[in-house]
């Protein structure tokens, strides 16, 4: 009789851990993932099993300035007045979305940061949830409101991580890019945005919004960019995208518009077996010692009907631009070496990325690359004095001469006013009347762009 209480006992307690663990969850988790992220509220979904094979799409949600905090228990609570976090301890967020047929449940991480969240702060999360949820790593989906939609729109605007995620929904955010490159990366990665924003807000105005969205929608190739205004005033525009009952693209909320990108492969089961692809196995771009010259190499195991390779590089530019092009190796010709050299890369960063070409004109573009130059000593640009009241002295000592187009940036990387100034002599100061533009007292920056220099720098005004 004991036996068979041990075993009934047993068998309860396994039926109990076995109905939590199917359970959907919204769990504190008071854990450090990098020195700005002290904790995170988790969301997983009814079904879900660490053990198990199956893997879910993830939703990181980052919250606005008010919010920030240690990640204590204590500290924590302030992100429940989010929408979605706030839905998820109501128990009133939807269990699951179908879109085409196919019926997705989210995995949702909202971690708490301790200040403003840099792109290396934002990767942690990443990262850290992929290790240790069983995530779709095709479906990773960004968003957040205010500070958090700001963070969004910087991470994706980095070509190291744009092709980490899926798709962004930043909602009443700045924007962080230099020029043109940000979106650039963007549209490489061809990742979907979809923004929200109110037609009056006082705080991150609407046009800053537009006109992202308008110029990522000008790029080649084009990401899928959607523009939500909402013909009200105020910040808030994430409390109406966040809501599972306002349709917000092509009659489907702003989860079932996330569950439609994905950066996983269509299945192909049912078709003929494709060619072996070309497969890449080293892909490098680097500078010489003395920084002179950059090399870019990359090496093919195989190679199926490779007409040629293209070589692109960005930089100071507002596109890609071709630097040479280089025949295959052949059909089935076995694996190659390549080397290319550029005897001219500029000042500060350079990216390149390869384009494969095949005989039919189909394309495949890889991986961009970094490389950054360091100017020669002196070539700094310095602002002074720093904090500043009313003028503001620029100094760039180099060789670089011609139109210096300069630009008073606020802190939200929006462009206040701008100049174009010329630079005739190794020796360059101009001083500009920044008492005539009434800015606030805070954080802005001054950004100089000429034929082989983009330099940006942070000054104070009192």
């Known amino acids: 009789m004991r036996n068979f209480y041990k075993s009934l006992c047993g068998c309860m307690l396994f039926l109990l851990f076995s109905s939590i663990a199917k359970a959907q969850t919204f769990t504190p988790r008071t854990t450090n993932i990098d020195p700005n992220v002290g904790g995170f509220y988790e969301y997983l979904p009814k079904g879900y099993n660490p053990s198990a094979s199956q893997t879910y799409p993830v939703i ?3 919250h606005g300035v008010g919010e ?3 990640g204590s228990t204590g500290d924590l609570k302030k992100i429940l007045d989010n929408p979605i976090p706030k839905t998820l301890a109501a128990g009133t967020f939807p269990a699951s979305f179908t879109v085409n047929g196919q019926t997705s449940s989210f995995i949702i991480i909202s971690p708490q940061f301790k200040g403003w969240p840099t792109d290396a702060d934002v990767d942690a999360v990443v990262q850290y949830t992929i290790k240790n ?3 779709d790593t095709g479906r990773v989906y960004l968003t957040g409101l205010s500070m958090g939609g700001s963070a969004v729109w910087s991470y994706a605007c980095n070509f190291q991580y744009a092709s980490k995620i899926a798709a962004i929904v930043p909602c009443s955010g700045g924007t962080y890019w230099q020029g043109l490159a940000g979106a650039q990366a963007m549209a490489a990665a061809h990742l979907p945005v979809l923004a929200a924003t109110n037609q009056t807000d006082p705080i ?3 046009q800053t919004t537009i006109d992202d969205v308008n110029l990522l929608n000008s790029l080649n190739p084009t990401p899928r960019a959607i523009l939500e205004v909402y013909p009200v005033n105020g910040h808030d525009s994430w409390s109406l995208t966040y809501d599972a009952n306002q349709k917000i693209y092509n009659g489907m909320n702003v989860y079932q518009w996330m569950l439609t990108n994905t ?19 080293q892909y490098t771009a680097y500078l010489s010692a003395d920084q002179n010259t950059a090399y870019f190499d990359w090496t093919t195991s195989n190679e199926y009907d490779i007409r040629h390779w293209i070589i692109q ?3 100071n530019t507002p596109n890609f631009v071709s630097l040479d092009t280089i025949g295959g190796a052949g059909v089935n010709r076995g694996g190659h070496y390549y080397h290319f050299i550029d005897p001219h890369p500029l000042y500060g960063s350079d990216y390149y990325r390869l384009i494969e070409l095949d005989s039919n004109g189909k394309s495949v573009t890889y991986t961009i690359l970094q490389v950054n130059k360091a100017a020669p000593p002196g070539t700094d640009l310095k602002l002074s004095p720093n904090p500043a009241s009313t003028y503001l002295y620029l100094n760039l000592n180099s060789t670089e001469q011609g139109a210096l187009k300069t630009s008073l940036l606020d802190f939200n990387g929006r462009v206040i006013t701008s100049w174009t100034f010329y630079k005739e002599a ?4 101009q001083y500009i009347n920044i008492g005539a533009y009434g800015l606030k007292p805070g954080t802005y920056y001054i950004q100089v762009i000429g034929a082989h220099t983009n330099q940006t720098k942070a000054f104070i005004k009192q």
């Open 133 to 135: 949820y069983k995530v």
């Open 204 to 206: 991150a105005v609407a």
């Open 68 to 70: 920030v905090g240690t």
């Open 313 to 315: 590089r960005l930089a």
């Open 60 to 62: 990181l949600f980052f």
């Open 426 to 429: 190794y020796y360059w100061e």
């Open 263 to 281: 950066r996983n492969k269509p299945s192909t089961s049912n078709a003929a077996t494709p060619p072996v692809p070309t497969k890449i196995t």
